[in-house]
């Protein structure tokens, strides 16, 4: 058994799809749509975080990730849902 089965009940696990690009999802052609992703991971999605290479950059420096991106606003509205607010999903 993995030994984690036993801290979790399935309605707990939440999924982050990080560093999301609908063009090298298109791409990539794995997946007819991102409700098929959420299917197979068998998990409520949370959150998509759209890719962003300054966001990468910065993170990589060990700087603060600041401004108005949309991977900026996508996190903030993801940790507002893990912190129990009611934050509609939106995926930008």
């Known amino acids: 058994l993995f030994p984690y ?4 009940r ?3 696990i939440r999924l982050v799809i ?7 999802f298109r791409k990539a052609n794995l ?3 991102l409700d098929a992703v959420i299917d197979e991971a068998g998990a409520r999605l949370i959150a ?4 962003d290479f300054t966001a990468s950059a910065l993170s990589q ?6 401004g108005n991106s949309d991977a900026v606003y ?7 849902r893990a ?6 999903l939106e995926i930008k």
């Open 48 to 51: 998509v975080i759209p890719e």
């Open 5 to 8: 089965t036993t801290l979790f």
């Open 18 to 24: 990080n560093k999301f690009s609908e063009k090298k």
């Open 83 to 88: 912190d129990g607010e009611n934050v509609p």
């Open 10 to 12: 399935s309605t707990d």
């Open 61 to 66: 420096q060990g700087k603060p990730i600041e």
């Open 74 to 80: 996508a996190f903030n509205r993801f940790a507002a």
């Open 31 to 33: 997946y007819e749509d």
